[in-house]
């Protein structure tokens, strides 16, 4: 059993990516070029906003953000404690303070309970400047950006929704991507819209943002190319990975998301008195990146771990460390607030397989063994 089913993507897709990679080939023009612009344009339209610039990878799309918006030393930025840690390492990659926010013990999201706290301890300490959020649509769940949006906007703070695991969700008629004053995502191959290498995205509304992010990834270009108007970097997508995410976005949009919705629903109801399913709150659409279970203490999770990897089914500990217990964070970490429940998820949960290609009678095998390490 594979721990997210590319094999099978592929298989289903073979014939049309394998022919827009050969096009691509034939066209001799392998950065950026027609078949980026016209994926740019595709995705702006589903997610709902009015840009879509595309660059090297989910973590570039966070770093090339927060250098657009200035910030660097002296300056904070809040993210979640529970997260992969490049949500947290841009930040400190321009130079600028993380602080880290507890999550919800249910969503495993970043609370806003918490996130007042931080923001108003880091306001008396009277040090730090405190900038922006990053939120993390965590597993593929959009934060809670009904309390976040107005939030951040009354005390102005930007905020970075990283939705590199969020893409296809939403929150109503609202999808991931399209929260905040900017949003990014990963195209890295296991994430719900992944090509065959590094690929991300940034998404915003902004004209400014986004004429100064296509700058700063592309050498800091002017008007032209080489007219060189601010030092930059190189992150860009290529056009093969463009023709792949063309044909996997259309796959996606056409029933890939259906598909992992019946999955995880039927997780649901097999798991149903077991372990802890995931919470999805009312209205809100989960995009999947992971399906991950709460169990009732660490031992329950290390045992249910090594029976399926006995049984050869791979499962992940998404995440075993919080951003705060990172040996990268340690010498300079502020965590100004408990952050007990993030301590609490990286003891507790585990990830299962689960993709739109995932066999019932694959997760009824999960399940089983699940029930027998726990009953016996
Ligand atoms: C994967 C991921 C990233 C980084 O994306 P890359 O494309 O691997 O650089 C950032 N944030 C979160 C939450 C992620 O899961």
């Not at 660097?72 to 600028?96: N, Q, R």
């Not at 999770?301 to 075993?320: F, H, T």
Request: aromatic letters at 8%.
């Amino acid at each position: 059993m594979e721990f997210r089913d590319l094999k099978s993507q592929y298989e289903a897709l073979k014939k049309d990516i394998d022919e827009g990679i050969q096009e691509v080939l034939t066209s001799g023009q392998f950065i950026g070029g027609p078949v980026v612009k016209k994926l740019e344009e595709d995705l702006a339209r589903y997610v709902g906003r009015k840009h879509c610039i595309s660059c090297g990878n989910g973590t570039d799309a966070l770093f090339l953000v927060l250098k657009a918006w200035g910030i660097g030393k002296g300056d904070c930025v809040f993210v979640p404690d529970f997260t992969f840690f490049a949500s947290a390492e841009v930040i400190s990659a321009v130079g600028a303070s993380p602080i880290f926010v507890d999550v919800d013990k249910d969503t495993f999201n970043i609370s806003l309970d918490s996130l007042k706290l931080a923001f108003e301890t880091v306001l008396q300490e009277g040090v730090l400047n405190p900038k922006a959020v990053i939120s993390v649509d965590l597993f593929g769940l959009p934060a809670d950006y009904k309390a976040l949006e107005p939030f951040c906007q009354q005390r102005g703070l930007r905020l970075l929704e990283d939705s590199a695991q969020g893409f296809s969700g939403a929150i109503e008629d609202r999808r991931a991507g399209s929260f905040g004053d900017a949003a990014t995502t990963s195209f890295f191959p296991a994430k719900p819209l992944g090509c065959y290498g590094d690929g991300g995205a940034i998404f915003t509304d902004d004209d400014d943002l986004a004429n100064l992010v296509r700058s700063l990834a592309v050498h800091g270009k002017g008007k032209e190319k080489y007219d060189n108007v601010r030092i930059g970097y190189n992150s860009r997508l290529d056009a093969m990975q463009a023709a792949i995410l063309k044909v996997k976005f259309n796959a996606l949009v056409e029933y890939e998301t259906t598909c992992i919705q019946q999955a995880a629903r039927r997780y649901d109801d097999l798991l149903e008195g077991v372990v802890k399913t995931p919470t999805i709150p009312e209205g809100l659409v989960s995009a999947w990146a992971q399906y991950s279970i709460l169990c009732q203490s660490q031992e329950d999770r290390d045992a249910i771990k090594a029976a399926l990897k006995a049984e050869g089914i791979p499962s992940m500990v998404y995440y075993p460390k919080g951003m705060h217990q990172q040996t990268a964070f340690l010498a300079n970490s502020r965590n100004p607030v408990s952050l007990e429940n993030s301590i609490d998820l990286t003891e507790r949960v585990l990830s299962l397989p689960i993709s739109p290609y995932i066999e019932e009678e694959d997760q009824t095998k999960v399940v089983e063994i699940i029930r027998e390490t726990l009953h016996g």
